[in-house]
């Protein structure tokens, strides 16, 4: 396990590297397609005290154009009427940059799912597309799955995400 870890890690740094140095026009292939979904933890059963933070569900979809398009769901599941729509234009470095962390995580060679034992966790869930290939990745509970290499790759792309893209909750930030 630890040689595997290792391996990747080393792979991980040769793509960033890689990825650097090819920075230039062809940086965003033009099937670039990414979609973020995050979805809030569950309230605690029985919980008292303090009100939970109220964050609600939201999916980013960002295209090779630059237009990123965010939905927020403020209601409750299935609602047409709570969800709020925001679009906005991501200049072009930062598209490049977010195609590089996402070449450098090797993010298509992540497993499809990351999860630890049943609980309420938030979920993070990225789908890629680019260069002719699609990979979904869901990860239950990030906070939960530290030391984990591979999710720490797919928190690089994620938090990249994020610093393109501000997400709507107050206070939410990257991971």
Same mark, same amino acid.
């Given at each position: 396990? $630890?040689?595997r870890r290792v391996v990747f890690s080393i792979c991980a740094s040769l793509a960033l590297l890689g *990825? +650097?140095? *090819?920075m230039g026009a062809d940086a965003v292939p033009r099937d670039f397609r990414l979609t973020a979904? /995050? /979805?809030p933890a569950l309230p605690a059963v029985g919980a008292e005290g303090s009100a939970p933070r109220e964050w609600h569900r939201w999916t980013l979809t960002l295209s090779a154009d630059g237009k990123a398009v965010q939905e927020v !769901?403020? +209601? #409750?599941r299935g609602s047409p009427k709570g969800i709020h729509t925001r679009s906005v234009k991501v200049p072009r470095r930062e598209l490049e940059q977010l195609v590089a962390v996402v070449r450098a995580a090797n993010f298509h060679s992540l497993a499809p799912e990351y999860t630890f034992e049943v609980s309420p966790a938030a979920a993070l869930v990225l789908r890629i597309t680019m260069d002719e290939r699609s990979h979904e990745v869901t990860v239950y509970g990030p906070d939960k799955r530290t030391g984990d290499p591979e999710v720490a790759a797919f928190l690089r792309v994620? =938090? !990249?995400? $994020?610093r393109v893209v501000p @997400? @709507? =909750? @107050? #206070? !939410?930030g990257p991971e």
């Open positions: 396990m $630890l040689i *990825a +650097s140095a *090819a979904e /995050y /979805y !769901q403020r +209601s #409750g994620w =938090n !990249q995400t $994020l @997400p @709507p =909750n @107050p #206070g !939410q």
